[in-house]
């Protein structure tokens, strides 16, 4: 089925139909009408290739999300569906680029063929080298983080800064004089991955405000790290009674080492961190956590992309969220306190 077989059945010319669909020129309503009556029995879909050439979009954005480590965590799969899931709303299909830099073929080529009508770019570091290209290319483009230079961009991002600063002074209203950080791996630091170094700044910052001894440690994206961190954490100062996460994925390793190691939890030892909902509540006891508001992140990245597409000439805009400690089961109060 084509416009020329839709143009034949509703008695009108094939550049009527394309107008009709496209929109480019006024079609008067009930040649409109006739049109859409004749593609509904029909069920015509117009081809995506042809309605990019007729009207200069794919309905399609790219997702920008490189894997941290060598496959993506529970968290970064949250996103990429709540990014899917805000785009359908809005009509839009997603085409995932995993590779990320302005050298990686899959990048160049989703911006070269112009494969998308405008990019959602995760995974930020503070000097992004996709975030600059997409800039001096005037590319539609949305960060769901920030770069080291935030002004004039169109972002939406967590306060980490603020979200760790909150978790050491839940920590420090407790009683805990001696914490520890669990931050991301090591080679993302030195990346300059910007929730790890604005959640280690926060971190240290209140720290040094509350007077608290503090230890810092990068850990892998995975359980056995996780469980390898708190046996260096309680190796170096046994005395340590609380820790901050950072990494969701190192989760379950966490509370595995405090287990093994004799620390019941919160009675002997308290943990919070910067973790999605739903996966601070599976581990036991719930972890008292500020939640990564995953859906609302993608949906709020979305809505502003497509606000960028409609209006080319909007001042650029951005959300900075910083939602509060929920309180569960894994914090209490250090050990002597009242």
Not at 104 to 112: A, E, K, P, Y
Not at 244 to 253: P, S
């Amino acid at each position: 089925m084509n416009i020329g077989e839709i143009a034949r059945r509703a008695g009108v010319s094939r550049s009527t139909v394309s107008y009709a669909l496209s929109g480019k020129r006024p079609v008067s309503d009930g040649t409109r009408r006739k049109i859409q009556r004749v593609i509904d029995e029909l069920g015509y879909r117009p081809n995506a290739s042809a309605r990019a050439l007729a009207n200069g979009r794919t309905s399609t954005i790219g997702l920008v999300f490189p894997p941290a480590g060598d496959h993506y965590t529970g968290m970064q799969l949250d996103f990429i569906g709540s990014v899917v899931e805000a785009a359908a709303a809005r009509d839009y299909d997603v085409l995932l680029s995993p590779s990320g830099v302005d050298s990686d073929r899959s990048f160049q080529r989703m911006l070269g063929e112009r494969r998308v009508d405008g990019a959602i770019l995760m995974e930020i570091r503070l000097e992004d080298d996709r975030a600059d290209h997409l800039a001096a290319l005037d590319f539609p483009s949305v960060t769901i983080g920030r770069t080291a230079r935030p002004e004039g961009g169109w972002w939406v991002s967590l306060d980490h800064t603020a979200l760790a600063a909150s978790c050491v002074h839940h920590l420090a209203d407790l009683g805990h004089r001696r914490v520890a950080l669990v931050n991301r791996p090591e080679q993302l630091l030195r990346a300059g991955y910007e929730s790890a170094h604005r959640g280690l700044d926060g971190f240290t910052k209140a720290a040094a405000e509350r007077g608290l001894t503090v230890r810092t440690y990068t850990c892998g994206d995975d359980a056995a790290s996780g469980q390898a961190c708190v046996e260096r954490i309680l190796r170096d100062d046994p005395a340590t009674t609380g820790l901050v996460t950072l990494n969701e994925a190192a989760l379950g390793g966490l509370y595995r080492g405090l287990a093994g190691a004799g620390r019941h939890v919160p009675r002997d030892f308290s943990v919070t961190g910067v973790v999605a909902g739903r996966w601070a509540e599976t581990v036991t006891p719930q972890l008292t956590a500020a939640d990564v508001p995953a859906r609302e992140l993608g949906r709020r990245a979305v809505d502003l992309l497509v606000e960028r597409l409609d209006h080319p000439g909007a001042p650029p805009r951005h959300h900075l969220l910083t939602p509060p400690i929920s309180l569960r089961g894994s914090t209490g109060p250090a050990a002597g306190t009242a």
